[in-house]
């Protein structure tokens, strides 16, 4: 499965509310007049296809929705999961930032392949044992056969990384036997 690159950030999870999916109007145009700079041709020199894809208006496009609260909430609880790797392991955070959006695309594809309209609890179920078990293999691979190096200010700051998070978990743990205590 896709794995994220090298300082990239994750966006907090939204639920899209119904209606929200398609791009305002004004960002539609605005990304259109950037394809030419970021092509370095005028438009005019931009070869199109022989024969383009027919457009697709929205009202015939085939949305595929969650079935239930069950299947929704069973993809939030492993984004949260995937999430609180941030505050003891950041190579497995890192790792486990796309182990969502994998999960629910896989979700997705069983539930088309299955001419399904919706994404059920049992798709969702069997596309995060999927994403876990890719996450899982990816995470134990790079600690087996991958060795970071970095010069010596990146190296630097990496070792006040680690020392930092592991105090704020030793923190946690001292807290929590505290109250425990108490």
Known sequence: MLLPFEGFKRPPERDVPDGM???????????????PKLLDKPMSEVAEPAQPAPPVLPSERQKIVWADD?????????????????QTDRRKFELGMRATENAVRCATNVAAGCFSPSVNQADMEWALRWSRVSFEAADGGLKKYMEEYFEFPKFCEEIVQTIQARAAS?????????????
């Open 21 to 35: 999916e398609e791009p305002p109007a004004a960002l539609i145009k605005q990304l259109k007049a950037l394809r």
């Open 170 to 182: 030793c923190l946690t743990v001292t807290l929590a036997d505290i109250s425990a205590d108490t």
């Open 70 to 86: 069950k299947a929704k909430a069973a993809y939030f609880a492993f984004s949260r999961e995937m999430d609180q790797w941030e």
